[in-house]
């Protein structure tokens, strides 16, 4: 479809829809037991302008700060479009947070009232709300005080007038997932929504009959834009997952025609695939012309993802090795970089322009060059407004020519295509005084089928080792003493094979296969899956000493 050149907001897009498409279907939302609410846009729009009747009359101050804490559902959207369309602003908390970050951000942020949808472990969250915060609570959530939203929208009339904002108001403030410190409060306006709607369409041409599924967290810029955003600026269907339990139904249920998922979920697809039909059959029958195929293409079905035109994984490296493989089963996985404080609107990889290991060329735009230190520096026309409530870290971001200090390290090609290569803060020195670089050896690493995830670490050691999670399936194959053996044969090898590409003091000289698995609610991982390297780092540290005094290329934790 091709976008109007007259600037338009989400908002401005959401009465486009109610009025020239009310009856076609937007938002498809499970409710369990097997039972799917579908909403039209009509009706869509109808429970935004009557939540929004009722955020009227509560008479808060003009643009009140209004926070949704909640998973993904078609009352989140809702939500975040009624706080809009009231004249507020919205603030979304991740989920997964404790209860001292909801207490941070709520405090911060100048909440003045809270949406709070689907959540696990809210008893965990609750003493993070203030107990004189007003509540609405959306449907599917847990029980707790507060209005509920069907009775809010059984009791109000839908506004009658459709109000827009301006594109340089302020329209979120999303705090970062905080891996170092507390989360920073990111303030972005109306027009870098507008930026994402429109000029993502040059490289993903987004249609009126696409189909997305929504499962990342809607409380990050990456699933706000490629979901909630686009959708609105492109009239497309979006469904909802139920459960990490229902997910291959879910993705089988919304047959996704574009979809975005992180590096974890792509390994775990591949591992999955890899223990049904392992890779050397797979090679074997890939090689016979029609069969070869069909194969592929039950693969994908399988998956959920066989009416994919756009595949694409972001947020953290992706292992060449994956992308290779994605790539040869017909998915084109299509690498992408961005983060809060540019709306996500950075660098994207042009289909048949694809470098495997680079996450593409500037979006239209967007100015990025590399900083004598070796730092990612980027101009984006969707640049934060800045850090809300702290102009001294706002102004520490940028350089005296006004690019943003990513933080990320990285080089560009001589096609400008951008690799990223680690973290200005993730590099560490050995004792030996030399720095490391650790996410390009844990990309190697990572091409392990056994292994879902691996921390480089080392600093101030004799020597770098590497801690190493392994799939559902090694744990499986390790709980026997033949398994384990075997296991730690093909560890083995594998060290000598990643210590053979490095520089003597990259060295790594011990691999750890530990015992507890990394997840967001044990802190180890960011709500994207990141690894959060300094909590990683030192709940291992005190095995240091031991670990180093063995002697052993492969200990088990």
């Not at 486009?16 to 037991?33: C, F, V």
């Not at 640049?383 to 520490?396: L, R």
């Not at 015992?515 to 967001?520: F, G, L, T, V």
């Not at 990141?530 to 291992?540: F, Q, T």
Request: proline share 6%.
């Amino acid at each position: 479809m091709a976008v109007e050149q007259t600037p338009r907001t989400t908002l401005g897009w959401l009465y486009h829809w109610e009025t020239t498409k009310p009856d076609s279907r937007y938002l498809s939302q499970p409710i369990g037991d097997g039972q799917v609410a579908d909403y039209t846009w009509q009706q869509t729009a109808d429970e935004v302008r009557r939540m929004a009747a009722h955020l009227r009359a509560l008479d808060l101050p003009p643009k009140s700060h209004i926070a949704i804490l909640g998973k993904n559902s078609a009352q989140w959207i809702m939500a975040d479009l009624a706080i809009w369309m009231a004249g507020h602003v919205s603030v979304p908390l991740y989920p997964t947070l404790a209860a001292d970050t909801i207490r941070y951000i709520l405090d911060h942020s100048d909440s003045k009232l809270l949406f709070i949808g689907k959540l696990d472990g809210f008893d965990g969250m609750k003493p993070g709300i203030p107990a004189d915060m007003p509540i609405i609570t959306l449907p599917l959530s847990p029980q707790t005080e507060g209005e509920k939203w069907a009775d809010i929208i059984a009791r109000n009339q839908p506004i009658s007038d459709s109000p827009d904002r301006q594109m340089d108001e302020l329209a979120t403030i999303i705090y970062t997932s905080g891996s170092t410190g507390q989360p920073k409060g990111v303030m972005q306006s109306f027009h870098s929504f507008y930026i994402c709607g429109t000029k993502m369409n040059e490289i993903l041409s987004a249609e009126e009959s696409d189909r997305m599924l929504s499962y990342l967290p809607l409380s990050h810029v990456a699933e706000r834009i490629i979901v909630e955003t686009q959708s609105l600026y492109h009239g497309f269907q979006v469904f909802f997952a139920e459960s990490l339990d229902t997910f291959v139904h879910d993705l089988q249920r919304a047959r996704p025609t574009i979809f975005f998922s992180v590096p974890r979920l792509w390994t775990k697809f591949e591992l999955g695939v890899t223990a049904k039909m392992p890779k050397e059959k797979q090679q074997k029958l890939f090689r016979i012309p029609i069969l070869g195929k069909i194969v592929k293409k039950k693969i994908l079905a399988g998956l959920g993802l066989d009416s994919v035109r756009f595949a694409f994984t972001g947020a953290a490296p992706l292992p060449e090795p994956s992308v290779r493989w994605y790539r040869s089963i017909g998915l084109e996985l299509l690498e992408a970089y961005g983060m809060t404080e540019n709306m996500a609107y950075s660098h994207f990889t042009r289909p048949g322009n694809e470098r495997v290991g680079y996450v593409g060329n500037a979006n239209l735009g967007v100015e990025c060059k590399i900083g004598d230190n070796g730092e990612i520096l980027t101009k984006s026309p969707a640049q934060m407004m800045g850090y809300y409530k702290d102009p001294e870290k706002t102004a520490e971001s940028y350089t005296a020519d006004g690019f943003y200090k990513t933080g990320d390290m990285g080089e560009i090609d001589e096609l400008g295509r951008l690799r990223i290569t680690g973290r200005v803060k993730e590099l560490f020195k050995t004792s030996k005084g030399k720095y490391v670089a650790p996410v390009p050896i844990e990309n190697r690493i990572g091409a392990h089928p056994a292994i879902e995830a691996s921390c480089v670490g080392g600093a101030s050691q004799a020597a770098t080792f590497v801690l190493l999670l392994l799939s559902p399936e090694a744990m499986s194959k390790a709980a026997s003493p033949a398994g384990r053996t075997e296991l730690e044969t093909q560890f083995k090898t594998l060290l000598g094979e990643v210590n053979n590409h490095l520089d003597p003091h990259e060295q790594m000289a011990f691999a750890v296969i530990v015992k507890e698995p990394w997840s967001i609610d044990n802190g180890m991982l960011t709500p994207t899956m990141k690894i959060r390297r300094n909590i990683v780092e030192k709940h291992y540290e005190p095995m240091l000493e031991r670990w180093f005094a063995a002697r052993q290329p492969v200990i088990w934790e």
